[in-house]
C-alpha cells in the first residue's frame, strides 16, 4: 500500500466509526432523554399517560399518606396547580412536605403520576435547580424557600435561594 | 494570625508563578541558561509556599477557629480529627486550595526529577505550568478566599455536610486531583513542544511516565468515588451518569488513549500530532472537569454551594486555555514532522483503532453531558439525559474495542499478522464461546445481553493471559524455562496483560450487578424474617446510639443461609443536630466477591422500619478491576526503560563534566 493508501484507510475507518457513533446518539437522543415538567406545564401540554417525564415542584404540606408495604402518595404543587403522585418504595432522607422535589416516571390513565424514583434536595440548603426556576418564573417563588433556619441566617451565604 | 499567614503565602506563591510565567520563557529566547533555571527554582518555592497556604488552612480547621468564614462554615468542635482534615477540601475553597497545591506538586517534582530534560524544554514546560497556576491563583484570590475572616465569631461551627462525614473524603478528592491536575504535565510538554516546534521519541519517553502517574490515580480515584457513593448514598448504584462523574470519566478515557498513542510516538516516532492534541484534549477536560463541579451550573451530590462570578471566572480560564492551546496547535501543529510508517494492520493500527473507539466514546459523554445545558440555552426546555441514553451510546461504542484489545499485543508493530494473532487467540475464543453456552444455560432472568456481554469479557482476560503465555514460550518448551522467560518479559508487557484483564474483570462484575440483583424492599417489624438469594435475614432489634456530633439508630439484622448464622449486619441512620440533616449507613456484608446490602428507610407509625436488602453478585470485580488497571499502570511505571525521565548517559562521563 502506498503512504496515501493507508492515510485514507485510516481517515475512512475513523469517519465510519464516527459516523456510527452519531447514529447512536441521535437515536439515544430521540428515545431516551426525559423532559422536566412542573404540575402547571402538565396540565398546560396535556401529556400523554405513559410518557417518562420528570415532574418538579414542593411537596404540598398535608398531603404526605402512608399506605401498606411502603406505598405512599403525596401531592406535588408549584402554586397554582397540582398532581397526584404515587410511588412504593423508600423515600430519600431529606424529603419533607413543604421541600422541593423531583420525580421520575409516568402518567397513568387516571392523571395520577406514578414515580419510580424520587429525589429530594441534598441538604437543607440546596433545592433543585430546576423547581426553583420554575418557580421564579411563575412569580411563586417565596425567599424563604431555600433560606436555612433562622440561627444561621445572618452569615450563611443565600444561594439556596439564588440557585 | 494564622489565616493571614496562609493567605499571604498564597499571594506570594501568586507572584513566585508569575516570575515563572515569563522569565523562564524570556531566558530561552536570549538562550540564557540563568533566567532559564530560575523555572526550576521558582516551581520549588512556589510549592512551599501553596505547601505552607494549604498547612495554614489544615492547621485552622484543626485548631477549629470559627473566626475564619471557611471554617465556621464546614466545622464542628465536636467533628472527629479525621472529618477535621478532610473537610479541609469538602468544600469549594479548600478543595480549589487543594486543586492548586497538587499542581504546584507536579510542577516541584518536573522541576526536581527533571534534572535530564534539555534546558530550555523544562524552561518552557515549568512556564506553561505557571501560567495554568496563575490562572488559578487568581480565582482562588479573588473569588474564594478560603482565609477571610468573620467579624464577630461564632462559638461554634455549621459542621460538614454529613455525607461527606465518611472516610471517602480522605480518599476521592486527592486521588482524583493526582489525576485531572496530573495530565497539566502532559499538556504542559505539548505546548512547549509545540512552542519549540520540535518533537521528538525523546519527548515521548518523557510524558508517557506523568500520564501513566497521572492515569493511575484518576482509575483509582475514580473507583474510590464510585465505591464511595455506592455505599454511602443508601441505595446500593454505582455509577449514575451524573454530569460529576461524567466529567471525571472524560479524562479517563481521554488519558488512557494518550497512554496508548504515546506508545506509538515514543517506540515508532508516529503519530506525534494526534499525541499532541489529545495532550491538549485531556487536560482541557479536566478543567470542563472543573468547571462544571465548581461553577454551579449543575446540581449534583458533587456541587457546593457555589456562586454565578465563579463560574465566569473558571469559564473564563477555560476559554483561554483550551481556545489559546488549540489556536496554538493549529498554527504550529504542521511544522512538527511526520514520523513512522505503518500499515492498517499493524500494532500502530490497533493503538489508533483504540484511540478511535476511546475517543469517539469521550464525545459521545460529552455530548450527553452538554446537551442538556445547551438546549437550556437555546430553548429553554429542561431536560435529563441519564442511564438509558448512555447505554445506548457508550456501551455499543466499547464493544468493538473490547474484542480488540485481546489482539492489540499480538500484533508486531508496523506489519501485523492478524490470522496469526487470531489463530493464537483460538482457545480464548473458543473458552469465551463456552462461557456464553454455560451462562445461557443456567442464568434464569435477566437480560439477553448477559451471556454476550460475560463472554466477551471473558475473551478480554484470557486474551491478556494468552499474551503472556504466547510470550514466555509456555506449553511449547519445558515449564521451567518458561517460568524464566515470563520472569524475563519487561514489566510493561505484565502490566499491560494485568490492566487489559482488569478490564474484563469490571466488566463481568458489572453485567451480574446490573443482570442479577436481587432485593427485598419493604417495612419490618422486630423479629421479622427477609429472605433475599438463599440467605435469611432476621431484624434483631432497633437500638439508639450517640455519636460524637450525631445520634444513630442501628438496627441489628441476623444473617444466616440454610439456618447457619453467618453474620450480624447494623445498619444504621444518623441524625446530625447541627445541620438537622440525616445520612443513612448502609451495612455491608462480603461473601467472596458478592455483597449483601442493607440500608434503613424511615420508621412508621406501628414501630415498623422500612428497609431496602439487596443481594449483588460479583459486584465487588467492579472495582478489584479497575484496582487491577491502576496495578498493571504501577508495574508499567516500574519498568526500567520508562522510569521517569530518559536513560541517563553513564557516571563517569558526567563527571567528566564541568559544572554548569
Redesign the interface.
Known sequence: MTRKQRRMTIIGGSLAVLALAAALVLNALRDSIVFFSTPTMVAEKHVQPGKRFRLGGLVQPGSLQRGDNLAVTFEVADGSAKLPVAYKGILPDLFREGQGVVAEGALDANGVFKADNVLAKHDETYMPKDVADALKKQGHWKDDYGAKPAATTAQGNPQGAVR | MIAESGHYALVLALGLALIQSFVPLIGARLRDAALMNVARSAALAQLLFVGASFVALVTLHVASDFSV?NV??NSHSMKPLIYKITGVWGNHEGSMLLWVSILALFGGLVAAFGSNLPLSLRAHVLAVQAWVASAFYLFILITSNPFLR?TNP?IEG?DL?P?LQDIGLAVHPPMLYLGYVGFSISFSFAIAALIEGRIDAAWARWVRPWTLMAWIFLTLGIAMGSYWAYYEL??GGWWFWDPVENASLMPWLAGTALLHTALVMEKRNALKVWTILLSILTFSLSLLGTFLVRS?VL?S?HAF????TRGVFILLILCIFIGGSLSLYVARASSLKQGG????ISRE?AL??NN??LT??C??VL??TL??LGLEVLTG??????A??FN??FG??FVPLLIAVPFGPMLAWKRGDLLGAAQRLLAAGIVALLALALVWAWARGGSALAAPAIALATFVILGSVTDLVERAGLFRVPFATAAQRARGLPRSAWGTAFAHAGLGIALIGIVCETTWNSEY???MKPDDVARVAGYELKLGGLFQRQGPNFREMIAQFDVSRDGEALSVMTPS?RSFTT??????EAALLTRGASQLYI?L??V?AEGAI?V?IYHKPLVLLIWWGPVLMAFGGVLSLSDRRLRVGAPKPARAQQRLQPAE
Open positions: 468564614a465556621y462554615e468573620i461564632p455549621r455536610n455525607v443508601g441505595w454551579g446540581t451530590v454551594a457555589s456562586d454565578p510508517l505503518f500499515a492498517p493500527g489508533v483503532l478511535l473507539f469517539t466514546a464525545a459521545t455530548v450527553g446537551y442538556p426546555e429542561k431536560i435529563s439525559v441519564g438509558p441514553f445506548l451510546t455499543p461504542l424492599i419493604g417495612t441512620k445541620r438537622g440533616s440525616s445520612t443513612t440500608s428507610g424511615d412508621t422500612a431496602r
